[in-house]
T-cell receptor
Framework: GDSVTQMEGPVTLSEEAFLTINCTYT??????LFWYVQYPGEGLQLLLK?????DKGSNKGFEATYRKETTSFHLEKGSVQVSDSAVYFC????????????????FGTGTRLTIIP | AAGVIQSPRHLIKEKRETATLKCYPI?????VYWYQQGPGQDPQFLIS???????DKGSIPDRFSAQQFSDYHSELNMSSLELGDSALYFC??????????????FGQGTRLTVV
C-alpha cells in the first residue's frame, strides 16, 4: 500500500538556519504530494503541494520538489524563524481512481521543529 | 472564506460512554474525511463520505460509526469509549477532484479525552 517515510524528529535549529526535512514515499502511479503544518493546539494547514514530477511547491519561504526518480519530496527553507516552530507532516494522495470521491491522505509520522532565537 | 467547522472543540467522557462529533465541511466540497490523531502520532484515516455515501474505510473500530446528512454535515458516533480513544479527531473536506489535486482542508479538530 501507499506509505510515507519522514525524517524523525525532533529537530532543533537556531533562527536563520537552513532547514531540510526529508520525505520519501511509496505509491503506485503518480500521487499528489503535500506538506502540512500543525501549530500547537491547532488543526492541519496545507503548507505546499505538488501534483506531478519535477513540480516545485512553495509557500512562506518553504519549498519542496517532487522527485519521481528518488520518490522524494524534501521540505527546505533557507532561513527559519521562531514562528516556524511546529510539527510538519508529509503526505500523499493517489490519483483519483473512480468517480466515487477523492482519495484519502496518507501521512508520514511528522517532524517536530523547534527554532530557538 | 468559510472553513471546515468541527464541534465540540473539547469533549471529556467517561469509559463506556458514547460521544458524537460533528463536522460541517466547506460548502460545495464533495468528500468528507475523518482522521484520528493520537498523542505524538500522525493522523490515521478512519472513514470518508462522497455525496453522503461512504466512499472509503480505514482503521475505524466497530464501536464507531459515521454518516453524512442531506445538508452534507457529518457525524462520528463513538460508543463504549475506551481510554485509548483519547485523541484529536479531525474532519477534512476536499473540493471536486476534477478541479483539484486532492487538496484537503482540515477543521480545528475535536479533542476527546476519555477518563
Amino acid at each position: 500500500g501507499d506509505s510515507v517515510t519522514q525524517m524523525e524528529g525532533p529537530v532543533t535549529l537556531s533562527e536563520e538556519a537552513f532547514l531540510t526535512i526529508n520525505c520519501t514515499y511509496t505509491a503506485t502511479g503518480y500521487p499528489s504530494l503535500f506538506w502540512y503544518v500543525q501549530y500547537p493546539g491547532e488543526g492541519l494547514q496545507l503548507l505546499l503541494k505538488a501534483t506531478k514530477a519535477d513540480d516545485k511547491g512553495s509557500n512562506k519561504g518553504f519549498e519542496a520538489t517532487y522527485r519521481k526518480e528518488t520518490t522524494s519530496f524534501h521540505l527546505e527553507k533557507g532561513s527559519v524563524q521562531v514562528s516556524d516552530s511546529a510539527v510538519y507532516f508529509c503526505a500523499l494522495a493517489p490519483r483519483r481512481r473512480s468517480n466515487f470521491g477523492n482519495e484519502k491522505l496518507t501521512f508520514g509520522t511528522g517532524t517536530r521543529l523547534t527554532i530557538i532565537p | 472564506a468559510a472553513g471546515v467547522i468541527q464541534s465540540p472543540r473539547h469533549l471529556i467522557k467517561e469509559k463506556r460512554e458514547t460521544a458524537t462529533l460533528k463536522c460541517y465541511p466547506i460548502p460545495r466540497h464533495d468528500t468528507v474525511y475523518w482522521y484520528q490523531q493520537g498523542p505524538g502520532q500522525d493522523p490515521q484515516f478512519l472513514i470518508s463520505f462522497y455525496e453522503k455515501m461512504q466512499s472509503d474505510k480505514g482503521s475505524i473500530p466497530d464501536r464507531f460509526s459515521a454518516q453524512q446528512f442531506s445538508d452534507y454535515h457529518s457525524e462520528l458516533n463513538m460508543s463504549s469509549l475506551e481510554l485509548g480513544d483519547s485523541a484529536l479527531y479531525f474532519c477534512a473536506s476536499t473540493p471536486r477532484a476534477v478541479l483539484s489535486p486532492n487538496e484537503a482542508f482540515f477543521g480545528q479538530g475535536t479533542r476527546l479525552t476519555v477518563v
